[in-house]
């Protein structure tokens, strides 16, 4: 897959198919986007594109008051949309500048003269250009005036409920991880290196590995313990992995995330570990001795390997 970060003069397309968004999270419905835009591009040797921005484009437009958090940084998305079989993924740069573009202008002078677009794949409720004034119809319209034509997809559901990144964010901050699950069609994803902690879960017995996330950018599920797989490259580890302030053991307030490797003693400081958050078991809560949180992270254990099924 070609990711395209500048549409420099140099930069060719072959009558390229496209769709475009924010595309975060590239849940089901994105997907089913993509893979009717990849087959349709394949059958008739055509290029298959998804136009997306970097950075999102609520930060540029309200940096004082920016909190959208992403449900996959750029390198997930990208890997994402990879295993999907797109040719290309134009990553283009959000700027004021870019966000006072009409959406005529936006079509005329980027999807049309300098992409040279000859179909559109879009969601059910896309807009686009400023103010976000552009609708299908009015896309349409402009795919008559510069000759490509222009197909909407419908809604994807899962039982009454239309999929959506708003809707996977709201599930991810709940805690509700297989939900947004369910939505996403893949696993939610926590990733960073893992780095030294107060290494207070070593001195009771659950060594943990405290986890540096990769962006800052990047939810993550509300307070509290959730079943969990941690990749090690290629390798898989069970573990419960924990989200808050510690408040049997420490006072400052600061939020850590970290995990508890099941039959695992090995040291990997400075590696980068891929944690998917698998299910919520319980919140986040103050014991009154170290030794009823050993025993609360026993249960918990227990909780996690009957829901994956281990031995132990």
Known sequence: MRVVRQLSSDIRFNNPILTLGTYDGVHLGHQEIIRSLVEKARRENKESVLFTFEPHPRKVLYPDSYSVKLIDTVDEKLEKLEKLGLDTVILFPFTREFSRLSAMEFVRDILVNRIGVSEMHIGHDHHFG???????????????????????????????????????????????????????????????????????????????????????????????????????????????????????????????????????????????????????????????????????????????????????
């Open 130 to 312: 400023k103010n976000r004034e552009g609708s299908f119809q009015e896309l349409q319209e402009l795919g008559e005036l510069y000759h490509f034509r222009v197909f909407q997809l419908p809604a994807i559901s899962i039982g009454e409920v239309a999929i959506s990144s708003t809707k996977i964010r709201n599930a991810i901050l709940e805690g509700n991880v297989a939900y947004a699950a369910t939505l996403l069609g893949t696993p939610f994803v926590l990733q960073g290196k893992v780095v030294k902690g107060q290494q207070i879960g070593r001195t009771i017995g659950f060594p943990t590995a405290n986890i540096d996330l990769e962006n800052s950018e990047k939810i993550y599920p509300k307070n509290g313990v959730y079943a969990a797989k941690a990749y090690l490259g290629e390798r898989l580890v069970y573990g419960v992995m924990n989200i808050g302030t510690r408040p049997t053991v420490a006072n400052n307030g600061q939020v850590t995330i970290e995990v508890f490797l099941f039959d695992f003693t090995e040291e990997i400081y400075e590696q980068t570990i891929r944690v998917e958050v698998m299910q919520h078991i319980r919140d986040e809560q103050r014991f009154d001795s170290i030794e009823d949180l050993k025993h609360q992270i026993q249960l918990d254990e227990i909780t996690a390997r009957t829901y994956f099924s281990l031995p132990g």
